[in-house]
């Protein structure tokens, strides 16, 4: 079964980070997944890239970034029009929040770790 193909915003190489174990835990389920984050490595198999890369049939997003640091890629994420996206503890963003709303995409202030524990995902 095809899986959608998620984007995890924040991607860090770092092992201790909620948004690498998201990775992990999404590649271990099959999904298509691509990383945004600032610092260069990989996660399992996934590159972690950079800035606002092309990118397309993105049904998931899910973030991992402080409501200071989505300022600059709202209209990206906009740009993309997923059919969600989950606001991770600690990146919850209202104001943004309704405008992803007002785009008709659906928006969740949830745990991807643990959505994907329980198969809720």
Same mark, same amino acid.
């Given at each position: 079964? /095809?899986?959608?193909?998620?984007?995890?915003?924040?991607?860090?190489?770092?092992?201790?980070?909620?948004?690498?174990?998201?990775?992990?835990?999404?590649?271990?389920?099959?999904?298509?997944?691509?990383?945004?984050?600032?610092?260069?490595?990989?996660?399992?198999?996934?590159?972690?890239?950079?800035?606002?890369?092309?990118?397309?049939?993105?049904?998931?997003?899910?973030?991992?970034?402080?409501?200071?640091?989505?300022?600059?890629?709202?209209?990206?994420?906009?740009?993309?029009?997923?059919?969600?996206?989950?606001?991770?503890?600690?990146?919850?963003?209202?104001?943004?929040?309704?405008?992803?709303?007002?785009?008709?995409?659906?928006?969740?202030?949830?745990?991807? /770790?643990?959505?994907?524990?329980?198969?809720?995902?």
């Amino acid at each position: 079964m /095809l899986k959608n193909k998620v984007l995890v915003l924040g991607a860090s190489p770092s092992p201790s980070r909620y948004a690498y174990l998201s990775v992990q835990r999404l590649r271990e389920k099959g999904y298509p997944v691509i990383a945004l984050g600032k610092q260069k490595g990989t996660i399992s198999d996934v590159v972690i890239q950079h800035g606002t890369p092309p990118v397309d049939d993105i049904h998931t997003v899910t973030v991992y970034l402080s409501q200071s640091n989505q300022q600059s890629i709202e209209d990206y994420i906009l740009s993309l029009k997923p059919a969600r996206v989950i606001f991770n503890p600690g990146a919850e963003n209202i104001p943004f929040e309704r405008k992803l709303h007002a785009a008709g995409i659906e928006v969740m202030e949830a745990c991807t /770790l643990v959505m994907l524990s329980v198969g809720s995902f």
